[in-house]
């Protein structure tokens, strides 16, 4: 049976971002309906995973123990609603480190998709920044824009083609779950 994966940016899709970076569990505040959403797609029997850029380590705005937490938090509120939350990725480089994780390189994508072996083609990404459409983009997989976070500036960017645009994570809880 095909595994039904559905990839999520964090920041500004999951919860509020912030221009000063999300540097606490404090500061870490879902967006209105996500865990709602992440929870009722995994009780339709999908896989959610996450895959996020957090520069904000090798910058030291916060440790691993901290982004640990906010994971735990996340994992805990979707729990709480029946869901649960699969493998969460993240690329804690800096710009300048050349890593192959960081976004809009795919190499996150990639080992979401070798975890639970499944292709990446035509694979829902979500995110809300041009480097999440891209990454997805560059392994074929289905670049999905929300208009929560950075999204409503992303839009006035050229985004690659195909894109599928949504309001927010609900709506595309509604989509995959009701068509
Ligand atoms: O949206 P995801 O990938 O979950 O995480 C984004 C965060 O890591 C931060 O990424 C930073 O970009 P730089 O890493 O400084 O280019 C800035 O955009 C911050 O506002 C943002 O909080
Ligand atoms: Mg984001
Ligand atoms: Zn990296």
């Known amino acids: 049976m095909l595994l039904k994966l559905l990839i999520l940016d964090r920041d500004g899709v999951i919860n509020y971002d912030s221009d000063a970076y999300i540097k606490s569990v404090e500061e870490w505040i879902p967006l209105p309906g996500s865990i709602e959403a992440i929870a009722q797609l995994s009780k339709a029997g999908w896989t959610v995973a996450v895959a996020t850029n957090q ?22 509120l979707v729990a709480e609603q029946g869901g ?31 975890h639970y072996n499944v292709s990446l083609t035509n694979l829902w990404f979500v995110g809300d920044s041009l480097g999440d459409l891209e990454a997805a983009k560059a392994v074929d997989s289905q670049p999905v824009l929300v ?29 995959l779950i009701h068509n």
Not at 150 to 171: H, R, W
């Open 147 to 175: 208009k929560t976070g950075k999204g409503e500036k992303t839009l006035g960017k050229t985004l690659p083609v195909g894109t599928l645009i949504f309001d927010d994570l609900a709506a595309i809880a509604a989509e």
């Open 84 to 114: 649960e939350v699969g493998l969460i990725v993240y690329c804690p480089h800096g710009p300048d480190e050349g890593c192959d994780c960081r976004k809009p390189k795919p190499g996150m994508l990639q080992s979401i998709a070798a």
């Open 55 to 76: 520069s904000g380590i090798a910058r030291g705005y916060y440790d691993l123990a901290t982004l640990d937490a906010m994971h735990e938090r996340l994992r805990s």
